[in-house]
């Protein structure tokens, strides 16, 4: 190098930057378009985010008034429904006849004014026990035969149109009774209803 010429040095020199510069050049391109895909990538993957959370916010804001509406229609329901059980409590209320209601397990759940003045029982004294209270003990083995027959299979003799049958008041005294029963089902569980006429004076007029 020290022998060669000064003009050979300098282009020698040069050709060795140039080179340098072009494989430096050449690495920076490569990543200038690596940078410039990466971009892309981010943005793509961005515009799909944003894309994805308004879908979903669209979704939740159906759903959402969807929810809202099914609200309003379930306590326009309840309050329907309230209304009408207060017109059946003052219906069953004001009757005469003795209407009780009991569920599947044979507890009573219902009892109106007709059947406190029948039977002498006050309605919280009796609400949630046995409905076989109401009839003589002599009667028990038989009705809860033919209840569990309903609570099995959904038919019984019972509901086999208006029968008589013997109640029994508070104070153990024994009466006539004509019954109709019938059964209905709330949320799944099954119901019976009677509806209970203190027929003794009748019995008196025909003896």
């Keep these: 190098i020290t022998t060669a010429p000064t003009a050979n040095q300098t282009r020698a020199l040069q050709e060795a930057v140039w080179q340098y510069a072009s494989r430096v050049e050449a690495r920076a391109q490569v990543f200038r378009v ?14 799909y985010q944003f894309l994805r959370l308004r879908a979903i916010a669209l979704e939740l ?32 209320d004001s009757a005469k006849e003795a209407i009780v209601t009991a569920d599947s ?31 003589p003990r002599r009667h028990w083995a038989a009705h809860q035969r033919a209840f569990a ?11 086999q149109g208006t029968i008589e049958f013997p109640g029994q008041r508070k104070d153990g005294s024994e009466f ?15 119901h019976v209803t009677a509806i209970m006429r203190d027929i003794t004076e009748r019995k008196r007029l025909e003896e």
């Design 34 to 47: 690596l940078l410039y895909l990466a971009a892309l990538t981010l943005l793509g993957y961005l515009i």
């Design 176 to 190: 006539p009774l004509e019954v109709s029963l019938s059964s209905w089902t709330r949320q799944g569980e099954r």
């Design 149 to 159: 027959e309903w609570v099995a299979t959904g038919h019984s003799p019972l509901f």
């Design 61 to 92: 804001r159906k759903t959402n008034v969807d929810l809202n509406r099914e609200i309003g229609e379930r306590q326009q329901a309840e309050l329907a429904l309230r209304a009408s059980e207060e017109r059946l409590r003052a219906i069953t």
């Design 105 to 135: 397990s044979g507890n009573v759940v219902s009892w109106n004014a007709g059947a406190a003045g029948i039977f002498g029982h006050a309605r919280d004294e009796i609400s949630g026990t046995q409905f076989t209270r109401l009839m």
